[in-house]
């Protein structure tokens, strides 16, 4: 079996690219700093289609195949994870909508949504909820022809701006995703700032009280709200982060082969040191196979392969860590550079982490792959 990109693949991939490094990474320490993207960028973004890469032209997206969308996180993520963050929220959001949602709340939402327009936000996890994600207290308690929203969702990226948020609430017990509008009466939206990492991905808390929701704004029925609505996002929000993880480690490798060709220290540039070469080499080698569960993923998803979800889950594992861990050896590489805020892989340093907890904790994947792994070795 060869594992190689189509020449389709890398034309795309060049672009993302370019893309990234003219119009993202020579701004996102800046955008770190001051814990916003510009709206400008956002509609610069939306215009390339990327917001649009999981729905078909038909319905206004910009659909590419499974791995393509691997590279535009990777190459957003390698330059500012916040960004990536954006495609991921959305993204899951859009697809969710897509894939479950009535003709109705398709025709009305999804061309807007498709074309960056109207930007979408994942509001799943709440103040006392986050792994176990089926226990959302939120209510939302039919009246008439609406759903009545009582309840608070944390942590919600880019909720300071998003205009559209699929949320996650509790119907007479059942699970249930409702899209709400911004604007929606009893919505209340709080900025989060003073994050450890991904510090321009615009974070809020969302507070419902009383607040109506159309009926028709259910998505799917109510009860599959988390196990169609809610699995699907988070499933391609895994891979989008596993292959902004590898954006990450690999930004953290160029940053670290460049330093230590120029930093010199007794008498030598740092790269000749064993010790320096053993970090790098370990990023080096930890990058490419992140890259390759990665694609390995990618191609399952697009087969309609059952095992994509379960080897998804491993790449986001892996990808996570090699992130955590490559930041922490380029910190280590930069020594007190590394520290200050005129080099990146401080920025590194705390966006990783970021990643071992969004999308499904690193101990929560750890315990999905040891249970796939037990059952495959024993059947």
């Not at 999804?110 to 209510?139: C, N, Q, W, Y």
């Not at 998803?301 to 050896?329: H, L």
């Not at 990146?344 to 990643?355: A, G, N, T």
Request: aromatic share 8%; hydrophobic share 40%; net charge neutral.
């Amino acid at each position: 079996m060869r594992i190689e990109l189509t020449d389709q693949q890398k034309k795309a991939q060049a672009a993302f690219r370019e893309f990234a490094r003219t119009n993202v990474a020579p701004h996102a320490g800046e955008f770190d700093q001051q814990e916003s993207l510009p709206a400008e960028l956002i509609k610069k973004v939306a215009a390339q289609g990327y917001l649009g890469a999981t729905v078909p032209e038909a319905s206004g997206g910009r659909q590419v195949d499974s791995i393509t969308f691997g590279l535009l996180n990777e190459e957003i993520g390698r330059a500012c994870s916040s960004l990536r963050s954006l495609l991921t929220v959305h993204c899951m959001s859009t697809h969710a909508v897509y894939r479950w949602g009535s003709k109705h709340l398709k025709e009305r939402f999804i061309p807007r949504m498709a074309s960056g327009e109207t930007v979408t936000a994942f509001a799943l996890t709440e103040p006392d909820v986050g792994s176990d994600a089926k226990s959302v207290k939120t209510s939302a308690t039919l009246s008439g022809d609406s759903y009545i929203l009582n309840g608070s969702k944390k942590w919600i990226s880019f909720g300071q701006v998003a205009d559209l948020f699929l949320v996650f609430a509790q119907s007479e017990g059942r699970p249930t995703a409702l899209v709400v509008e911004r604007d929606s009466p009893g919505l209340s939206i709080t900025p989060i700032t003073g994050l450890l990492g991904v510090r321009a991905s615009m974070v809020a808390e969302l507070r419902f009280e009383d607040c109506r929701v159309p009926v028709e704004n259910l998505v799917g029925r109510a009860g599959v709200g988390f196990s169609h609505v809610a699995s699907t996002a988070l499933d391609l929000g895994r891979y989008s982060v596993a292959c902004g993880c590898v954006g990450i480690a690999q930004a953290c490798l160029e940053s670290c082969v460049r330093y230590s060709n120029e930093r010199t220290q007794f008498g030598s540039p740092i790269k000749d040191f064993q010790l320096i070469q053993a970090m790098t080499t370990e990023m080096i080698a930890n990058v490419k196979a992140a890259r390759l569960l990665c694609y390995h993923a990618g191609f399952l998803r697009d087969a309609g392969d059952p095992r994509a979800i379960i080897e998804t889950s491993i790449a986001k594992y892996f990808a996570s860590r090699t992130a955590t861990k490559a930041a922490g050896d380029a910190v280590q590489i930069h020594g007190a550079n590394g520290c200050s805020n005129h080099y990146p892989v401080e920025r590194y340093l705390r966006d990783s982490k970021i990643m071992e907890i969004i999308e499904g904790s690193t101990q929560m994947q750890q315990i999905t792959i040891a249970r796939y792994g037990s059952q495959e070795i024993l059947s």
